[in-house]
């Protein structure tokens, strides 16, 4: 009895066996077919092209007017009291979208060619980012950080390539470069710079990668960018290092090379003096790094010149701060360094790291600042500066 009911289970399990590795096989087949139908599409018709010549593509302009969803830089004026404002098809510029299941996002009528891609940022930073009637700049950033990422999206699902490529990129760089600086200290439920960073990073990184296939005439900028941006990072410095000599030997790369060895080898003094040199939108790039920067002079100093009888100039520390008497005298006091009249006492046991907030990055920018002189935000961002 025992035998024969063995025998069943046996039986019965080789059956499912057998049926499942016909299953799988049929599944595989199945796959096989929907790969091939797939990789017969893509021959067809591999990449898609965009047909929308303008900013925003009519259905979605439609859609946002009838919901209510137009932001107060793309309504039509005279409507703005409207209890559902029109919609002004020339200022009216397309969102980004998250892709979602079951949404085609590869339409081309809603796909903009790299040209009016292009045009569509150059609206961007004319017409929005450079206004001194759109307040507060906060505002501002929001909306061009959003349109400048559906730029991004469409040029991605094309896969635009080439010199319109490049120039949308530089400008979308350049704009978070000089976003993250200005917006320093901004509250976080306002602007968020790790966001900024991940999308400055990923469009750089882009930027680069476009350069390897070509010569363009802002390579130079845009690598040194780079260095400075990611200062410290033994990535950023292998890859300049492993630029062709043409590139690698000009000025701007070799300040930004100068300056990365003087951070690494952590040389503060050095740092801050090859700073100057830097123009306005380099300085943007490197200002996230002052503040450390500045922390570890008055920790060497504290250690270096630790004496009761030892009094330092204070005009000759803020100096080599790249600070005025009056902001270097609060940094001092925020790290515990004496200040006695016009001199400062360094020691080394009363150095202590400021409360979290206590600094406000914002009050030491005017190593920044000062470059800016004379400069306009349209110039910057199109690198005419």
Known sequence: MNNRASRRISYSRRGHAVEREWRQKHNQGQWREAQETIEEEKKQDPVPRGTCLCMCPARELQRREAQN???????????????????????????????????????????????VLLKTVCYLIDNIATSPTLQPWIDVYDFVFDRLRSVRQDMII????????????????????????????????????RINDIHLQESLSWLLECYTRGQHPNQEEFQALSLLYNLGSGRATQHTMELPERIRSSSVVCLALSLSRAFMERNPVRLLRLARKLDFLQSCALHRHLQACRRDLLLIYSHGHSSRNCHFPLHKLADLLALDVRLTTCLCQAYGVV???????????????????????????????????GLTIGGIIHGCA
């Open 69 to 115: 969803l137009l932001h107060r830089f793309e309504v039509l004026a005279g409507s703005e009291k409207d209890r559902r404002p029109r919609a002004d098809p020339l200022r009216v510029v397309k969102e980004y979208a998250r892709p979602a299941a079951g949404k085609d996002s590869t339409r081309p009528t809603d796909l903009r060619p790299p040209a």
């Open 158 to 193: 094309q896969r635009v390539s080439g010199p319109d490529c490049v120039a949308i990129l530089e400008r979308i760089v350049r704009f978070l470069i000089y976003a993250s600086y200005r917006l320093c200290g901004e509250p976080l439920r306002l602007y968020d710079p």
């Open 339 to 373: 200040i006695i009249r016009d001199a400062v006492v360094f020691s080394k046991t009363s150095f202590t790291e400021p409360d979290v907030g206590r600094l406000q990055c914002p009050n030491f920018h005017e190593l920044v600042e000062n470059k800016q002189s």
